[in-house]
């Protein structure tokens, strides 16, 4: 069940309209992940340095159960995501970040209960 949480000082309009739909089945496909097991914010206009600059850039948290938990996994996740943001965003490497975040089933809370037990 992955988290992915965008944070950009892009202004909305600087967007493609179906970006977060973009943004979902991209992440669906890098992780292995079901699209309807995803969580998805996109905040645009937001005040971020990245190197000290306010220059056009973007940070993007991924959480997820057993598919961030190693530099190898991440090494291989981050090539696609920073090629889709690229893309999409039309800014360069260097003003993207991204933070990968391992979590466990029993730190999700769905229907009541948390994963583990679903």
């Excluded at 943004?23 to 905040?43: H, M, Y």
């Excluded at 991440?74 to 991204?98: C, G, M, P, V």
Aim: with cysteine; charged share 25%; net charge neutral.
């Amino acid at each position: 069940m992955p988290f992915v949480d965008l944070d950009t000082n892009l202004p909305q309009k600087s967007l493609p309209e179906d970006f977060a739909d973009k943004l979902c089945e991209a992440t669906a496909s890098i992780l292995g992940k079901p699209r309807d097991r995803i969580t998805l914010t996109v905040k645009t206009g937001s005040t971020i340095l990245v190197g000290g600059s306010s220059a056009p850039c973007a940070q993007m948290v991924i959480s997820s159960i057993g598919v961030v938990c190693s530099a190898e996994q991440n090494k291989e996740h981050s090539a696609k995501f920073f090629e889709f943001l690229t893309r999409e965003l039309n800014l360069e490497q260097d003003r993207i970040r991204l933070r990968f975040i391992p979590i466990e089933a029993w730190q999700i809370g769905v229907k009541g209960t948390v994963m583990t037990y679903l």
